[in-house]
C-alpha cells in the first residue's frame, strides 16, 4: 500500500483528507491512484491509518480515512547526534537514521568538523533533507517523522546530554567497547544520544567535555569505520540490543 504523509493534526476514522500538494504528482500521475485505491495516511507524529481513495484528479486527491493501523515505531528514543560531513553523506545519513527509526537527528559542530556557511545553499540542503526524511519514512512506513534539529555546538550538546543515555564512538578509547554499555538493562524511558565525530575524529579536550557531561566513551573494535558508516552501523546496534530491530516485533 501507497504511504503518505499529510499535514492534518488530527486523523479521525471517517473522515476525508487531502494528499498535499507535494505528493499531488506523484500519486496522480505516477502512481495513477484511482477511486477504491487503498493507501496508508500518516500525520507524522505517530499515528497512521488506512484510507480509501474517494477522489483522483490532477487538483486533488481525497482519501477517506478506515482504521487506525499498529505504529511502525521503536520504543526507544534514539537521537543521533553527527558531527558536520559533507553535504552527501550527511544525506545519506539522514536516510539511513530515519529507516533505522532515529526519532531526532542533530548536526554537530566539532573542532574538526566541515563547516557550515549560513546562505541560501544551506537552506536548499535543509529542504532536501526534511525531503529525504519524508520519502524514507513513507518508504520504511514509519508512523513519526524524524526531527531534524537546528546545528548544536558540542558546549550545548553537553549540556543536554546529562542525566541521560550517551555512547560516544571513539576510535582511541582502549578499555570499553560498545556491548559493555549495551548489557546494561533497556533504558526505554529515558533518551540515548548517539554522538558520532567528524571525518578528522573529535580532539581528547572534547571527549573530556564528554566524560565529564556524563558519556559512554567506546571503542567498535579494529576497524576505522568513515564517519557515515559508524552512524548507520552504531545505530543498528542499539536499535537491535534495545530497540526493535531483533525482528521480535515487541519491546525488548
Ligand atoms: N580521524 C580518525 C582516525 O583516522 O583515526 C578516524 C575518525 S572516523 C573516520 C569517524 C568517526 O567514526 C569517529 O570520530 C568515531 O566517532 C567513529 N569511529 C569510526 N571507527 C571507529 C572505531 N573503530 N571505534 C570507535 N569509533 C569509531
Keep these: 500500500m501507497h504511504y503518505f504523509f499529510v499535514n492534518e493534526e488530527t486523523l479521525t476514522e471517517g473522515s476525508e483528507v487531502f494528499l498535499s500538494r507535494e505528493d499531488l504528482n506523484h500519486a496522480y500521475r505516477v502512481l495513477r491512484l484511482k477511486n477504491g485505491d487503498h493507501v496508508v495516511i500518516s500525520d507524522g507524529l505517530g499515528i497512521a491509518m488506512q484510507g480509501l481513495v474517494t477522489l483522483s484528479t490532477a487538483e486533488r486527491v481525497v482519501v477517506k480515512l478506515i482504521k487506525q493501523l499498529p505504529s511502525g515505531e521503536?520504543?526507544?528514543?534514539?537521537?543521533?547526534?553527527q558531527s558536520m560531513v559533507k553535504g552527501d553523506k550527511f544525506d545519506l545519513i539522514v536516510r539511513q537514521a530515519t529507516e533505522l527509526g532515529v526519532k531526532r537527528i542533530i548536526p554537530l559542530l566539532t573542532e574538526r568538523s566541515i563547516p557550515i556557511h549560513r546562505s541560501?545553499?544551506?537552506s536548499k540542503k535543509l529542504m532536501r533533507r526534511l525531503n529525504k526524511i519524508r520519502?524514507?519514512?513513507?518508504?520504511?512506513r514509519r508512523s513519526e517523522l524524524p526531527a531534524l534539529e537546528k546545528t548544536y555546538k558540542l558546549e550545548a550538546l553537553?549540556?543536554?546530554?546529562?542525566g541521560e543515555i550517551a555512547i560516544v564512538p571513539w576510535e582511541e578509547e582502549m578499555n570499553r567497547s560498545i556491548d559493555q554499555v549495551l548489557t546494561q538493562p533497556c533504558?526505554?524511558?529515558?533518551a540515548v544520544f548517539l554522538i558520532v565525530g567528524p571525518e578528522g575524529g573529535f580532539t581528547s579536550a572534547e571527549i573530556e567535555a564528554l566524560i565529564k557531561a556524563g558519556a559512554n566513551i567506546v571503542n567498535l573494535g579494529p576497524?576505522?569505520?568513515?564517519?557515515?558508516?559508524?552512524?548507520?552501523?552504531?545505530t543498528a546496534i542499539i536499535q537491535g540490543a534495545w530497540g526493535d530491530l531483533s525482528g521480535k516485533g515487541e519491546p525488548v
Design 74 to 81: 521503536s520504543p526507544l528514543h534514539i537521537t543521533l547526534c
Design 187 to 190: 533504558p526505554i524511558s529515558r
Design 120 to 122: 541560501e545553499q544551506e
Design 135 to 140: 520519502s524514507a519514512a513513507a518508504q520504511c
Design 158 to 162: 553537553c549540556r543536554e546530554i546529562q
Design 223 to 234: 576497524r576505522i569505520l568513515r564517519s557515515e558508516t559508524a552512524a548507520c552501523a552504531v
